[in-house]
C-alpha cells in the first residue's frame, strides 16, 4: 500500500511542477521571426526528473504537459497526443542515456556533450517535428509556418533542458557538497550582479556585462564547484530574461530581433561555457588526485606507500616537539608469505596483503597510519602513543586477527605477523634511527618464533615485553 502511496504522491508532484514551471516559462514567452526568448523550464524539470527517477515518473510527466496544453485552451485529442510525445521522447532520453553510459553526475565532459548532444540532436528535433504535425493535423497552426514553428519548439526546449537539467542532475548527485550557506550567497550574489549591471547601471555595452557575469560563472565552476556554478547560470538568465519582459535593461532596445539574439546567446555562452570550462577542470583535478594518489598509495591495497612515508614521519616529530606526544613506530613482516606465493600463486598472496591490509585498518584509529612499504612489509604508525600496557593490548589484537584462517578458493590458508617496536622519541630522537631500531626489533621477533612483537630496548636491544 506504502509503495502505490509514493507512487501516486510523485506522480501528481511531478505533474504539479511540470505545469506550474510550463505557465511560468509561457509568462515570459517572446518571439521575433524563428528566433525566441523563452526558457521551457518544464523540460528541464522533465529530462532530469527520468533520468533519476526512471520510468516511475513518466506518467507524471504526461499528466503535467496534459493539463498545460488544456489550460493554454488546446483541443483534447491534440493535447493528449502532444503529451504522449513529450512522455515518449522523455523514455528515449531515458534510453540513450543508459544505452551510452553517461554519468547522472555528469563527472567527464563526454558526459556533459553527450548530454547536451542527445538534447539538441535527438530529443529535441523528435518532439518538434512531432508535436508540429500533430498541430497542424487538427489544424491549430498552419502548415506554412511548420518550419518557424519547428524551430522555435527545438530552440526554447533546448534551451530549458540545457538550463535546468545540469543544474538538477548536479543537485541530486553531489549534495552532500552542498554548503547552504554557500549558497545563500551564491544566489544573493549571482542576482545581485544581474540586476546591478542589467537593471540598475542600465548599461549599453554588452561586453562589459558578458565579461562580468560569464567570469563570476567561470570562477564558480572552477574555484567551487558545478552546483553553484550552474546555479549561478539559472540565475543570471532568470534576471536577464524577466528584465527583457518588463523591457528593462541592456535586451530591450527598439530592435526586438536584435534584442532576442542578443540574450539567447548571451544566456547559451553561459551555459556552454560555464559548464564545459568547469567539467575540463574537473577532470584535470580528478587526474592530479588519481596521479598523487598513483604515486602516494599502494595501488593493490589502496594504504599509503613508502613515498608517502617521510611526510607521515615528519608528522611524528612535529607532533611529537609540538605537543610532548610519543607515538610508536612498528615495522611488521608477514610470516609464511613466500610459502603462500610460491604454492598458491601471486593471485592468493594478493588476496593475503589486501585481507592483512584491511585487518589492520579496523582496528587503528584514524590518527594511526598504515603504511605498505613493499612485497610483504608494512609499517604502522601509532599516533599519541599510548600507554605500554593499552600498546600491547592493541598489538596482540592485531597478531590474534591476522591468524584467523583466509579463505581463497575455499582453502584455507593462515598467516602471522612479526612485530618490532620503536617509541620516538624515547628510543630515538631520529625518524630515520627508530625506523632502523624497529626493523632490528621485528628481526629479533621472527628469530624468537615468528607470530610475536618485540620492542626495541636500547641497553638490553633484546628485551621482549
Not at 265 to 291: D, P, V
Request: glycine share 4%; charged share 15%.
Amino acid at each position: 500500500m506504502l509503495s502505490y502511496q509514493n507512487y501516486f504522491f510523485k506522480t501528481i508532484l511531478i505533474a504539479f511542477i511540470y505545469f506550474l514551471a510550463g505557465k511560468a516559462s509561457f509568462s515570459i514567452y517572446q518571439s521575433a521571426s524563428i528566433i525566441t526568448i523563452v526558457i521551457f523550464i518544464s523540460e528541464g524539470f522533465a529530462l532530469a526528473a527520468v533520468l533519476i527517477y526512471g520510468r516511475s515518473i513518466l506518467l507524471g510527466i504526461f499528466l503535467g504537459q496534459l493539463f498545460l496544453a488544456l489550460s493554454v485552451g488546446m483541443d483534447t485529442l491534440p493535447a493528449l497526443l502532444i503529451s504522449l510525445t513529450n512522455t515518449i521522447e522523455a523514455y528515449i532520453a531515458l534510453i540513450l542515456f543508459k544505452r551510452y553510459k553517461l554519468d547522472l553526475a555528469l563527472s567527464t565532459l563526454r558526459d556533459i556533450l553527450g548530454l547536451l548532444l542527445l538534447i539538441v540532436l535527438v530529443l529535441q528535433p523528435f518532439s518538434a517535428i512531432v508535436s508540429n504535425l500533430i498541430l497542424i493535423s487538427f489544424g491549430s497552426t498552419q502548415s506554412q509556418d511548420y518550419i518557424v514553428n519547428i524551430f522555435s519548439w527545438w530552440f526554447g526546449n533546448s534551451m530549458g533542458q540545457f538550463l535546468i537539467t545540469p543544474f538538477l542532475l548536479y543537485v541530486w548527485t553531489k549534495y552532500k557538497k552542498i554548503n547552504i550557506l554557500e549558497l545563500i550567497l551564491v544566489t544573493i550574489s549571482s542576482f545581485s550582479i544581474s540586476y546591478f549591471l542589467l537593471i540598475i547601471l542600465q548599461t549599453e555595452y554588452f561586453a562589459l556585462l558578458f565579461s562580468v557575469t560569464l567570469t563570476f560563472v567561470i570562477i564558480l565552476s572552477t574555484q567551487r564547484n558545478l552546483i553553484y556554478a550552474s546555479l549561478s547560470i539559472v540565475v543570471i538568465a532568470l534576471v536577464a530574461i524577466y528584465s527583457t519582459h518588463l523591457n528593462i535593461g541592456l535586451f530591450s532596445t527598439n530592435n526586438i530581433i536584435k534584442n532576442i539574439v542578443s540574450i539567447n546567446f548571451y544566456i547559451l555562452s553561459h551555459i556552454l561555457l560555464g559548464l564545459i570550462i568547469g567539467t575540463l577542470f574537473q577532470e584535470k583535478e580528478k587526474a592530479l588526485e588519481e596521479l598523487k594518489n598513483q604515486v602516494n598509495y599502494d595501488f593493490l591495497t589502496g594504504l599509503a606507500n613508502r613515498n608517502l612515508l617521510t611526510e607521515l614521519l615528519h608528522r611524528v616529530v612535529v607532533m611529537s616537539h609540538r605537543y610532548k606526544q610519543r607515538s610508536a613506530i612498528c615495522f611488521i613482516d608477514v610470516d609464511g608469505f613466500k610459502f603462500v606465493n610460491d604454492t598458491l600463486g601471486h593471485d592468493a598472496g594478493d588476496t593475503v596483503l589486501k585481507s592483512i591490509a584491511v585487518r589492520i585498518s579496523n582496528l587503528i584509529r584514524e590518527e594511526d597510519t598504515l603504511v605498505r612499504l613493499g612485497g610483504d612489509e608494512f609499517v604502522l604508525i601509532l599516533m599519541n602513543h599510548m600507554s605500554q600496557k593499552e600498546l600491547k593490548t592493541k598489538l596482540k589484537s592485531i597478531l590474534d586477527s591476522i591468524r584467523e584462517v583466509i579463505i581463497i578458493d575455499e582453502k584455507e590458508i593462515s598467516v602471522s605477523l612479526s612485530i618490532g617496536v620503536s617509541i620516538y622519541p624515547d628510543d630515538s630522537s631520529s625518524t630515520e634511527s627508530v625506523m632502523q631500531q624497529a626493523d632490528k626489533a621485528m628481526y629479533i621477533a621472527k628469530s624468537r618464533g615468528k607470530d610475536g612483537y618485540v620492542f626495541f630496548d636500547s641497553e638490553k636491544y633484546n628485551k621482549t615485553l
